[in-house]
């Protein structure tokens, strides 16, 4: 994989090391797409090219499931209740409210990319999500703000990769004594944070 060159800042807090770039972020030549490496998300575009679609895996017996489009303008409601993966890709969805996800509890990866009209990310959504082990919003320009606390009720989280998108503040993550598992990568490269308080990373175990 050839990727292109850029500066980067290592800042580290408290068990904590967060990478932010000082220039664009790195364009790998022959980085494919979520619709290109994602099943479910390519079946959608091969089949019907936008909308939403799940698809049974093997991966711990549940369905994933993919929506993508413009014409996909806010969280489905009928998607199957048992939904394990989700990705939502280049969506007309402008915010993540508080009950976005309340209908699908046993997410266990959230991955949200290319999505221009996302502006705001609630971060309490994510505690209807006790599976949750990885967490993904990239290359959403417009995504300014992440408000509230992340991880608070995700123990088994493992991946939160917040990168490329148009966040100005730094989320504030919090973890619990009933986190067990230590996170394995963070990684805020790409947006435009320019200051990073030590009130914004609590008791994270990485």
């Avoid at 990478?19 to 030549?29: F, G, R």
């Avoid at 989320?171 to 805020?188: E, F, K």
Wanted: hydrophobic content about 35%; glycine content about 4%.
């Amino acid at each position: 994989m050839t990727c292109s060159q850029n500066r980067s800042i290592l800042v580290t807090l408290p068990l904590l090391l967060l990478i932010l770039e000082t220039s664009p972020p790195v364009k790998c030549q022959t980085a494919l797409s979520l619709a290109e490496t994602k099943h479910s998300c390519m079946a959608l575009k091969a089949e019907f090219g936008e909308g939403c679609v799940c698809k049974q895996t093997k991966r711990y017996g549940q369905p994933e499931c993919c929506c993508m489009g413009w014409q996909v303008t806010q969280m489905p409601v009928n998607l199957t209740a048992d939904v394990g993966y989700l990705y939502l890709h280049n969506t007309s969805i402008s915010e993540v409210t508080s009950n976005f996800f309340d209908a699908y509890p046993s997410i266990r990866e959230l991955e949200i990319s290319d999505s221009v009209h996302l502006e705001h990310f609630d971060g309490s959504s994510l505690t209807v999500l006790p599976k949750l082990r990885k967490l993904s919003v990239t290359k959403c320009p417009n995504l300014r703000e992440i408000s509230g606390k992340l991880l608070v009720n995700n123990t088994r989280i493992q991946t939160v990769i917040l990168k490329s998108n148009g966040l100005r503040t730094m989320p504030s993550l919090r973890m619990t004594d009933a986190h067990h598992v230590l996170v394995d990568r963070i990684d805020l490269s790409g947006n435009k944070i320019k200051f990073i308080g030590d009130s914004k990373v609590r008791n994270v175990k990485a």
